[in-house]
């Protein structure tokens, strides 16, 4: 069975699980409701299933005009290495393009900047560098 790909949400539980398959919330600090919400809240989501089986996932916050982030592009582990993630960025990328902005952001994952080179993405000039501010509960 193909592939399929869909732009409504997920179940709450299916996005948590493909969430923590990334070891991006090792402490916890989200929880199944907050990751849904968040992705409820985004300007674009991408999901790809297999069968019932929510495997892999993008989606992008926007001013809608100017500027976009692409955030939590993931794919399951074992469904790695077979063109999904390709598929989701080349899918957010056109949503983009089609919807005028030109601007494209994203922070990436340790090892994975010539994933995202590959689509065109520049890492920032050294003299221009990204920042960041994790704020953590007290």
Known sequence: MPFSFRTDMPAKEDYFNLFQSTGWNPEGYW?????????RNSWHIVTIYDGDKLVASGRMVSDGIIQCFLCEMMVLPEYQNQGLGK?????LINHAKDKGIRWIQLASAKGKQGFYEK???????????????????D
Do not use: C, K
Request: glycine share 6%; proline share 3%.
């Open 31 to 39: 929880t199944q409701e907050m990751l849904h919400e968040a992705a």
């Open 87 to 91: 598929d989701i960025i080349s899918h």
């Open 119 to 137: 689509f065109g993405f520049q890492a920032r000039a050294t003299d221009a560098p990204g920042m960041n501010l994790f704020v953590t509960r």
